[in-house]
């Protein structure tokens, strides 16, 4: 894959998948802009991701401040959004407040960017999900629901986007810095526990994620799709 020339946003890119998606297509030659709401998290990304990379602070539920950064600037070729923060807990016991607050981010967030964002013509926007949204799982209805909105969302921007092209990853399992407050022991066992159960025999990286976005940002035929990259976690 050739994006030498082209754009790349990634909001959330300064960690975990959206870094993954970043590192990707700094590697196909794209300028690539990452944008997350810590400005310590981006700067030290941008550091790692090396020439050709910029950085901004943005947080997606400034509705104002998501306007704003798209006004001032030319549009993408392409944009990622994996930027979300959410808790999950049984119905019953995460308050109202936090469940509003974790829509608001993954769901809301990904919303406003599309509503904003200037994505030149033919280019793509690519949105990250996650297989709860058709595997539920006890204690997490929240984190489901949230997943299949993003999904939902995804299949009416690519009617009202088009041509330009929008898309959905859904991940299961993915080995990044959100597990890294479990200790070391812990945190083996549940990626050990995690790989014993799924047919593809590991838990996923940044890297596998990666590989099917840049898939939706190559290929002028996929739209209004979401893949599941799971290993296989829906149907275990």
């Known amino acids: 894959m050739n994006l030498t020339g082209k ?8 960690s975990g998948i959206g870094f993954g998606a970043a590192q990707a297509a ?30 901004q602070v943005l947080d ?12 001032g600037r030319n549009a993408f070729d ?22 509003y ?3 608001n981010s993954k769901f809301w967030g990904a919303y406003r ?13 690519t ?21 299949a909105a993003v999904e939902g969302l995804t299949r009416g921007l690519a009617l009202e986007f088009a041509p330009v092209r929008v898309n959905c ?7 990044t810095e959100l597990y890294d407050g479990l200790d070391t022991a812990a945190r083996k066992s549940m990626y050990d526990g995690a790989a014993a159960r799924l047919p593809a025999g590991l838990v996923g990286t940044p890297e596998h994620i990666a590989v099917q976005i840049m898939a939706f940002i190559a290929n002028p035929y996929i739209t209004g799709s979401t893949v599941y990259v799971d290993g296989g976690g829906a149907i275990a």
Request: zero cysteines.
């Open 101 to 103: 607050q974790s829509m």
């Open 169 to 175: 990853v859904s991940p299961g399992l993915v080995a």
């Open 113 to 125: 960017i599309a509503r904003a964002a200037k994505i030149a013509e033919g280019g793509s926007l």
């Open 78 to 99: 392409h944009i990622v959004v994996s930027a979300s923060k959410t808790k999950v807990a049984a119905v019953r016991e995460l308050p109202l407040v936090d469940a």
């Open 60 to 71: 997606t539920t400034d509705e104002p401040g998501v306007e704003a950064f798209f006004a």
């Open 7 to 14: 754009t790349v946003l990634v909001v959330g890119g300064s």
């Open 127 to 147: 949105l990250v999900s996650g297989f709860l949204s058709i595997r539920p799982r006890k204690g997490a209805a929240i984190q489901g629901a949230i997943n």
């Open 26 to 55: 700094l590697e196909a030659g794209a300028s690539v802009t990452i944008a997350s709401r810590s400005k310590q998290k981006v700067e030290a990304a941008v550091a790692r991701l090396g020439a050709g990379a910029e950085g």
